[in-house]
């Protein structure tokens, strides 16, 4: 019975990552879409830039973070559950460098420096909650 349990709240935990993954990279898409030159001013995108232009970048920066910190628990969990086995380095740094390039063609080189920092930490966070 407490496997099944176990089971269950790791399907369903891994159910959650994956839609909140998907809705940071569709969000960070959107908005990738929105800076386009000939649409941007029509835009939400080119209302926050007349608030504040660091703005955006934060919140690119921001949804490619939660990208990978979502992509990450989703690929930790599915190792756990398909192998009962711990997930390996292969699953915390490939994400890392998928992600990295992934703000670097959406966004801007300074969006994906600031993303790779923020991954960073958090691989150092879930080393540090591994010991």
């Known amino acids: 019975m407490s496997q099944e349990i176990d089971r269950s709240k790791m399907i369903r935990s ?10 940071f990279i569709s969000l960070g898409l959107l908005f990738w879409a929105w800076s ?3 649409v941007v001013d029509n835009t939400l ?3 926050l830039n007349d608030v504040n232009p660091y ?5 690119e920066i921001f949804l490619s973070f939660g990208f990978y910190v979502f992509l990450t628990i989703t690929l930790v969990n599915l190792r756990l559950f398909i192998t009962k086995i711990r997930a390996s380095w292969l699953e915390i740094v ?4 998928l992600v990295a390039l992934i703000a670097y063609f959406l966004f801007e080189v300074y969006v994906a420096a600031a993303t790779f ?14 010991e």
């Not at 920092?117 to 080393?127: E, I, K, P, R, S």
């Open 45 to 47: 995108v080119g209302t």
């Open 94 to 97: 490939g994400p890392l460098i």
């Open 14 to 23: 891994t159910a959650i990552t994956v839609v909140l993954a998907i809705i």
């Open 117 to 130: 920092v923020l991954c960073l930490g958090f691989v150092v966070y879930l080393y540090l909650l591994q």
């Open 36 to 38: 386009s030159p000939d």
């Open 55 to 59: 703005l955006v970048i934060v919140i």
